[in-house]
């Protein structure tokens, strides 16, 4: 299975800025829907943007207009830039990917913690 890795997280004051990456073993990004997904505690899991393979994007509700989800095939890299962060957007980050013509996120990363002080 390929394997992927977060990287980018971290403590950031409020209003501040991050960058989360989402590295893959090999090129799968350009035939797959990666997602990012958050999970703070003691909450469920919480959808935050995906992108498909044809660069389609779509974003959740809480982070709409504030991030930005990218991907760099030359690298194997899905980028997601966090703009204006508060408190609120404290968790783990992960991203996922989903097979082209599933529903299902099947492959995940070990997650990437981003903390936001107030």
């Known amino acids: 299975q390929v394997q992927l890795v977060e990287s980018g997280g971290g403590l950031v004051q409020a209003g501040g800025s991050l960058r989360l990456s989402c590295a893959a073993s090999r090129t799968i990004f350009s035939i797959n829907t990666v997602g990012w997904f958050r999970q703070a505690p003691g909450k469920q899991r919480e959808f935050v943007a995906h992108i498909t393979g044809g660069g389609s994007t779509n974003y959740g509700d809480s982070v709409k207009g504030r991030f930005t989800i990218s991907r760099d095939d030359a690298k194997n890299t899905v980028h997601l830039q966090m703009n204006s962060l508060g408190p609120e957007d404290t968790a783990v980050y992960y991203c996922?990917?989903?097979?082209?013509?599933?529903?299902?996120?099947?492959?995940w990363g070990q997650g990437t913690q981003v903390t936001v002080s107030s």
């Open positions: 996922a990917t989903r097979p082209w013509g599933s529903s299902i996120y099947d492959n």
